[in-house]
């Protein structure tokens, strides 16, 4: 998929772009015990700019010549939520998203199946960090918003267009290209976007972030890691 200067021309008009954000697939399934509502409006990238809204978010998918479906329902926050309130078709991908970082502050949005178990240190070590950075946490409620421009329970790999700065990294759960299509929040948790899961991809590529790839063991450990340049 090729960026597009007329494709990022229409976009302008709903929401301000610079060269990196114009080029631009889920809840965020941390459990927590108590719903956070958060003003997007309010919201500021780190950067200085307003995040993408999800109006002009499904526009560029349209642009861009993806398919997609939206449908709303009720705020998702956690797993357990997604499953009893969903309102999409039961087959496809359904995801955890992770938003983490390391003592060096860096990102990553890790996308899995949402039934996985993930044993944090074990990631980390796989992913080839060691020493003082060999344990992830997850990353601050403003960390979030500033670089992802979303709140908790709305992150997917959809809010990559708002990492204008290419500063998160973006690695997915390699069971999840087994589907056809794999159903994401569009910026905020009372809706949910089906896409094709090869689309996700290109898109994910189209904002800059060319995905890792993970493969779990059963006990949540990660038996491979690809990065995004070994998984060309």
């Not at 569009?186 to 689309?199: A, C, E, G, K, R």
Request: glycine share 6%.
């Amino acid at each position: 998929m090729q960026e597009n200067s007329s494709v990022c021309g229409k976009i302008e008009a709903t929401h301000t772009f610079n060269h990196h954000q114009a080029i631009i697939a889920s809840c965020l399934m941390v459990e927590i015990s108590t719903p956070m509502n958060i003003n997007h409006k309010s919201m500021m990238l780190d950067d200085g700019s307003k995040p993408c809204s999800r109006t002009t978010l499904l526009e560029l998918l349209s642009a861009l010549k993806i398919e997609h479906k939206t449908v709303s329902h009720e705020a998702m926050f956690t797993v357990a939520q997604s499953k009893s309130l969903r309102e999409t078709d039961p087959h496809g991908g359904y995801t955890k998203n992770l938003f983490m970082r390391n003592k060096k502050g860096v990102m990553w949005l890790i996308t899995c199946n949402e039934d996985r178990r993930i044993d944090l240190k074990a990631l980390a070590a796989a992913m080839g960090y060691t020493g003082s950075n060999s344990r992830f946490s997850f990353a601050s409620e403003d960390r979030l918003g500033r670089h992802l421009g979303v709140s908790p329970g709305a992150v997917s790999p959809l809010a990559l267009i708002n990492d204008t700065g290419n500063l998160v990294q973006f690695a997915i759960d390699i069971s999840l290209l087994d589907h056809e299509v794999i159903h994401l929040h569009p910026l905020d948790n009372h809706h949910t976007t089906t896409i094709s899961v090869q689309d996700l991809i290109q898109f994910a590529q189209y904002t800059g972030h060319k995905p890792a790839r993970l493969e779990f063991d059963p006990f949540g450990g990660v038996s491979r890691f690809s990065t995004a340049e070994q998984s060309t």
